[in-house]
């Protein structure tokens, strides 16, 4: 076994970033896979949150790399799945606290014994963003439907490009249908357009994102929701499955129309 | 008809399409590392180099920013004025 080192990043903070990371790797562990989530937000850690293992954490991250624990010591496991790991970050330091060689040595001992360590980043394109995508075998950018979100999407992927870690792929989340039907929102194929990039998911806006985080438990454990549909599929594509977009309300002939783009290499 | 063509007009104009085109030209900006202010100059000063050497109809010149996936490339249509004939 050899692990897919795989990297949520965004630029703009707010976009969902950690709840993307915490819920797609829910999927995966569902998936049957070995997967590993190491909270890169250090100094704002909420991974932890999100995933609702807040009240287990003894050690982090940095405990690790400064040697004050091991690296099984620092790993959360999630009893509700049966191969969930959390690596939480340390919140009474800052993000100089880590090098990217750091992330890339503790990524390369944790290869070996996971399918998948999904890395979710802290926004903004300093260290801890260069942290976050050392180690990447693959980044996954996540924006919104939104002008600032784009633009800084945009920024990131040119990063990612240059520090030759692309292409990235495109998680667009939050879209709401009913706005992009009234052409108040951009559509997704906008996004594409603009962006240049392939295309990995789109979330709908949900309101149980913020119901199910409110209470600990990432909305892709209990997979009835429209979002925690998407994110299932979005696990399964990281999985090499082929798996069309799902359908939102009335906009069939729209995302099927994507979903043609996405078979296309999605340009 | 007119309703009709009203109603297009007004979709073309609804704030997913000025998102959409202020962003095409931010993602310009931002990608080259070009503002609109050192755009301008660039065309001034090609403009002025082609200048010394042949005459060009200045009121036709359009140099435009195109992109092909997350490639850009500067495209210049620059019509020359007719030589004046001097024998």
Known sequence: ?267 | MAGWLDWLMGQRNKSADQAKERLKLVLINDRTDLSPAQMEQLKNDLLAVIERYIAIDPARVHITMSQEGREHRLLADIPLKPAPRKR
């Open chain 1, 1 to 267: 076994m050899t692990a897919s080192v795989i990297t949520f990043t965004s630029g703009k903070g707010g976009v969902g970033k950690t709840t993307t990371t915490a819920n797609v790797a829910v999927a995966l562990a569902l998936l049957g896979k070995k997967v590993v989530c190491i909270d890169g937000d250090i100094g704002l850690r909420n991974l932890d949150l999100v995933l609702g293992l807040e009240n287990r954490i003894v050690y982090d991250v940095v405990d690790v790399v400064e040697g004050r624990c091991r690296l099984r010591q620092a790993m959360i496991r999630d009893k509700r799945l049966p191969e969930l790991y959390l690596i939480p970050a340390a919140q009474t330091r800052d993000k100089n606290a880590l090098s990217p060689s750091d992330m890339v040595r503790l990524c390369d001992e944790l290869r070996p014994e996971f399918d998948f360590i999904c890395i979710d980043s802290p926004a903004g394109i300093e260290r801890g963003f260069r942290n976050a995508i050392a180690p990447a075998d693959q980044v996954v950018v996540v924006t919104n439907p939104e002008v600032s979100a784009v633009r800084d999407a945009d920024r990131v992927v040119g990063l990612v490009e240059a520090e030759e870690k692309g292409p990235a792929r495109l998680i667009l989340n939050r879209v709401n249908p009913a706005m992009v039907k009234r052409n108040e929102m951009l559509s997704p194929e906008d996004v594409l357009e603009l962006l240049a990039i392939d295309l990995l998911g789109i979330v709908p806006e949900d309101e149980n994102v913020i119901i199910s985080t409110n209470r600990g438990q990432p909305i892709a454990l209990n997979g009835k929701t429209r979002a925690g549909e998407a994110f299932h599929n979005i696990a399964r594509r990281l999985n090499g499955e082929n798996v069309p977009l799902m359908k939102l309300d009335d906009r069939q002939d729209f995302f099927s129309k994507l979903a043609r783009m996405m078979r296309s290499g999605g340009s």
